[in-house]
Every structure is written in C-alpha cells, then in structure tokens.
C-alpha cells in the first residue's frame, strides 16, 4: 500500500461507499475532541462497527461479557470509536479501535481494529524492551519476598521479639511503679522524721533517704539495660531475615518504578507533522505530573496513530459504548462520548497539532449573555444585599475566556462595595437566584446562614428518561464527587 492511499486490501481501513458522502456537507474542521456532536459520516461508520461487534461477541469474542450474564456478573462495556479518513486521492474510509482492552484478544489487528501504541506481550523491535521478562523479573522478587515473609523460622523469631517487647514494657513499668510508691514511702517518712529527729540526726537521716532514692534509680536503669540487651539478641536473630527482606524490597520498588516509567517510553504518540512524544513529557505539565493509569490505551489515541502513519487525514471522529455501565461512571449502550479529558486530553493536545482544530466550545459559550450587562436582572435590593436572576450560560466568577460574570458587574455597578460580594455560586449553565452581600458584615451574616444550613434552597431540572406518572415525588441520594479526569463533571463515587 502506498502511503496516503486507501487499499481496500488494507485489513485496518474499511471504504466509505462515495454515494454516502458526495451529497454531504464534511466538516472544514475536525471537532474539538472532548466536546462535540460527531458527524452523520462518523456516526455511518459506528453503525457499520455496532453490527460487526454483534457479530464477534456471538461467534468469537465469547470471553468478554458486555453485558452482565446475571445478578453476580458485571458485564464489562467497553467504549469503541473510528475516525473517518480522507486519502491523498480524495477517498474516504474509516478506522476503527476500542479502548483497553478485549478479554482473550491478543491482536486486535486480527479483526480490523487499531493496535494498541504499545504491545506488553511483545519485545519493542524499535528498543529491545521486554515488558514480559521486566515483569517476570519483578514476580521473581514478590516470591522471593512471600517466602521471607511466611518462613516459619522468621514467624517464631518474630513471635519471639514480640514476647520479649512485652516482658520488657512489663518489667520497665514494675520497676518504675516501685520507685514511685518508695518516693511516696520517704515523702511521708521525711515529714515524720522532721518533727521527730533532732536536726543534726535529721540530717543523716535525709542522707540515707537519698542513697535509697538512689537505689531505686539505679535497679530502673538496670532493668532498662537488661531489657535494651535482650531486646538487641531478638532482633539480631530476626534481621538475619529482615535485612534481605528490606533490601529487596527496596529493589522491587525500584524495579518497578523502572519498569513503569521504561513502559511510558514506549507509548510514543504521532502528530500530523511526524513528531514523536511519549507519556511521561505529555504529562509533565498536568497536576500529577505523572500519567493516570490507563493513558494512551484509549480508542482516540489508537485512531489517531494509525491513520498519521498511514498518511491519511483525519476528518471526524466519534465515540461510543457498547455493554453494560462501569460501576463507578454512568455510561449507557450506544450512546455517544467524547474522548475523556484525564487520560486523553494532554495525549490529543500532543497529536492535534498542525491540525486545523475548532476551539473548546465551552471556553467561549454563553460570552453573548456574559458580555450583556442588561441580561442580570434584580430581583430584590436594599442597602446591604440584592438578589439577581443570573441567566443560564453566564458564569458567577469570571473565567479564563470570558471576563464578564455576575461578579464583574456587581463589581463595576457598586465599586466601592467590600468583600467578597457573592455569597454562593450558581454552575455557569445554571440560572437562577443569587445573593450578593455589599459589605463584608452582610457576607458574613449570610454565609454563616449557607455553612449552618438554615438557607431553603429548591432547584428545577430537566430530566432524561421516562417518568413514572403514579409517583409524584422521589429521592436522588448518591455520593457525587469531582470527576478529576474530566473535570468539570461530576460523577457517582461510592469510594469518597
């Protein structure tokens, strides 16, 4: 195959017949990949990838259960994509790839979906590495480290050293316990002696009290001694075993530190403009500076790879799951997903460029209706507060493209306002009543209502699905938490 062209002998790329799309508009742009509507030409050729993975799930991956087969099975959905692709000669086709992986499937290739960037069951040809041996070689000191651990000579020496703890706290405390109620016994004694005693007698007596106080010091200190010797043999014993057991558990961090990091190396992501990048520079300028799990083994990246090194363009794309919800993310079969924004967004920032790419559409919607002063309407005012109808699509703070927020003109309408103003925030696609404060006592007094839960609030949403007309009222309760990887959602997690 010639690079750029489309080979319909090519096992990874499927034609799309011209009477598909030589009426249809294509897109000038390819969309923003974590926020987009995919295109009728992409969602053609998920409709071609629905129908063939019916097929493999019946007849060959029989391994892997998108779908649970009973209460105590969790089917195991998995998210799918193609990329529609435009050849040197003005052809298109499409590619296609799932993310992770699929259970029993070595090669995905073998059924026309892209390879993964980097294979652990295969030694890189580009660098010699092997993940297998680097593994097998970190599995060489778990078993090592498990023998250590469960050897029954370490078990008794253990055992042993734990006794002798014991009997040394024991002891330690018997012998401190006696010189206290001693010290309690020559407290009385000095003040019967002192009315007794002539002062000369009460003198020596005083003398012979301090060499006992003295002897009292002396048996802690010996105990402590005992104990300190005893203590020293037991552990000696036992680090007959613990000193390897530490050593090599210090190499199979480092082993394992080693191998993540070589594994990162391999991932090695394709642009448009041939350069190369693999994970751990990709994510040097994310929060945790490290790649999530996970990264690199979406269908996004497989897509994108695939068709720079065949030399085709990428026109659109789309994303959709197939199978049964994770626990822990709402996903719904045959519903379309951009790529995530974790894993994926510092991968495609790399693999995008020298593309002609439409911006975040996010980072600019609702700026009309941010930038119209008019749209804030006032509901109630007097000298120390208001409250205002914020619109849906206007932020309360500003943000990072769009300056005008309900904070912004409060600001620019009372300047000489003090404090923080709002009280509360309402989400930028959220309208609704918003507190302002004018000074910093009014905040505070509102606030305190907010933190001590004494502020009635009620929200109207817009809900998906069917509604069961016999009740009239429900209950959500579920954990929300931040959606770190695709921030600013939120998602269900019964793990916060």
Known sequence: MVRGEIDDEDPLLTTIPIDRYQNVELPSVFAYPHFYEPHPIAKYACEQVREQIKTLATDEWTQHNFFSQSEDDNGAGKMFGVLVVRADNGSLGYLKAYSGSITGVTHSEQYGFCPTLYNRFETCERTGFSYLAEEAELNKMNLRIEELENDTKRIELKTALDAVEERAMISLAAAKTQQKEQKKKRQVLREQMREELSPEDFVVFEAELAQESAYYQRQVKQVKAANTEELKDAQASLDEFEIELQELKRRRGEKSNSLQNQTFQ????????????????????????????????????????????????????????YGDSPLLEVRKH??????????????????????????????????????????????????????????????????????????????ERYPSATGPLLVHRLDMSTSGVLLIAKDKDSHQILQEQFINRTVKKRYTALLEGLFDNREEKGVIDLPLALDYFNRPMQKVDYNE
């Open 334 to 411: 045959n519903f379309y997903y951009p790529a995530c924004r974790g894993k994926c967004e510092p991968i495609l920032r790399h693999m995008l460029q020298g593309m002609n790419v439409e911006d975040n559409p996010l980072d600019f919607v609702g700026e009309e209706v941010g930038n119209n002063k008019s749209s804030l309407d006032i509901v109630f005012e007097d000298e120390f507060i208001m409250a205002v109808n914020k619109p849906n699509e206007m932020l309360s703070t500003p943000g990072r493209h769009q300056e005008y927020s309900v904070y912004t003109i409060i600001k």
């Open 266 to 321: 391999q991932y090695q992501f394709l642009n448009i403009n041939g350069q190369r990048k693999s994970l751990l520079p990709i994510f040097a300028d994310t929060p945790l500076q490290r790649p999530p799990p996970g990264a690199g083994d979406c269908a996004a990246p497989k897509l994108l790879q695939q068709a720079f090194i065949s030399g085709f363009k990428p026109i659109a794309m789309a994303e959709f799951w």
